[in-house]
């Protein structure tokens, strides 16, 4: 279920932006050619990759979102103000904002190289419209369109993507 969803989150990320500027792609070429034109833009150096810096500033977050380092502990123990033990989540750990979101890159670069290729972006991408492609025509009709916008913003609301 996890992987389902991440790779759920990855895909919305990776759309949301270009789909934000543009009225989503009807097709699977279409959604290709988006998102080439998306990562042309996002690759600043144009080495033909996505470093870390280069992603967040493509999905509109602080850089130190893709580049801090992540604690390894979820929650922290702390004391509340009436003296009594709590239980937080870990602001830097990996259930954090930044801790999703640097699980989102990783997944998404799938040769575990550190960078995100087009081939790598693309191939997400094309899983999530094959998913709400539920017809299979290769066309996303009207139903399946609100369907994937519906799905980014709820996943942009849950991320604060862009804030």
Excluded at 117 to 146: H, T
């Amino acid at each position: 279920m996890f992987d389902g969803i991440s790779r759920m989150v990855i895909a919305a990320l990776l759309l949301a932006a270009p789909a934000i500027a543009q009225e989503l792609p009807m097709t699977r070429k279409g959604l290709d050619s988006a998102l080439a034109q998306y990562f042309a833009g996002a690759d600043r150096n144009h080495d033909g990759r996505l470093d870390r810096p280069e992603a967040a500033d493509a999905l509109g977050f602080a850089r130190q979102m893709l580049t801090a380092k992540r604690d390894v502990e979820p929650f922290v123990m702390d004391v509340a103000p009436d003296g009594r033990p709590r239980i937080a989540l870990n602001e830097n750990g990996p259930l954090s904002r930044g801790g999703v979101i640097d699980l989102i890159y990783r997944r998404t670069d799938a040769n575990g190289d550190g960078f995100l290729s087009l081939a790598e972006v693309q191939a997400v991408g094309r899983e999530r419209f094959d998913a709400v492609d539920r017809d299979r025509d290769g066309i996303l009709d009207e139903q399946e369109r609100e369907s994937a916008k519906r799905q980014m913003g709820l996943f942009q609301q849950i991320l604060g993507a862009g804030q």
